[in-house]
């Protein structure tokens, strides 16, 4: 290994002993291709499976390899009208697996995630019996602190351009605290702890994914 994935490696596992405290179970994978394995692993089949907006999720290769397995996915992008994504996103609620990203993961073990709808971060914190966080470590944060900082500086303004969202970060580079409808920071959850043991889990990746 690389002098980099040697550091990322013992920064996980220090991170993983801080999850562990919080009732979530942390698993480290080297490369892209053993996080989308793992995935897989964790999942029963068959199951129900929905997932919130990621690029790393995507970048990973796992929703094309769902496909390949025996698994009913909720997905919202078959949606045909506003009133068909709100179903979706309900749906989503009662899937046995829910797969997403994590903004910021700190190195205490917290996650740290900002949303416009509200959607990913709901189920996260209540509805799905599972909830799987794939999440590249260059998420690791120091602390809330960074997280919160990290997420809307140079985590949301590369997505805003990515949806084409027309929010001052797209144009400036930077949060400016914005109170557009188009906000893509309404809501900021941190997850300190997992109420029902081992129902969030988390894989860090030694890649750079998503924003």
Request: glycine fraction near 6%.
């Amino acid at each position: 290994m690389t002098p980099k994935k040697d550091f990322y490696q013992i920064q996980a596992e220090g991170i993983i002993k801080k999850l562990a405290q919080r009732n979530m179970p942390g698993f480290y994978c080297s490369t892209s291709e053993e996080a989308k394995n793992l995935a897989i692993e964790l999942m029963d089949s068959p199951s129900v499976i929905s997932w919130g907006g990621s690029v790393t999720i995507t970048e990973i290769g796992l929703l094309d390899e769902l496909k390949k397995h025996n698994y009913t996915l909720i997905d919202r992008k078959e949606a045909k009208s506003p009133e068909e994504v709100r179903e979706i996103y309900l749906k989503a609620f009662d899937v046995d697996y829910y797969l997403m990203s994590a903004n910021a993961i700190t190195l205490n073990g917290e996650l740290v995630n900002i949303d416009g709808n509200g959607n990913r971060v709901a189920a996260l914190i209540y509805g799905p019996k599972n909830v799987i966080i794939i999440a590249g470590m260059n998420k690791i944060v120091p602390d809330e602190q960074g997280a919160v900082a990290r997420i809307r500086n140079f985590a949301t303004p590369p997505n805003a351009l990515r949806i084409n969202s027309d929010t001052p970060c797209s144009k400036t580079g930077k949060c400016n605290d914005c109170l557009q409808d188009e906000c893509l920071c309404c809501q900021i959850v941190t997850t300190r702890f997992s109420r029902i043991p081992k129902r969030i889990k988390v894989i860090l990746v030694g890649e750079t994914l998503g924003y």
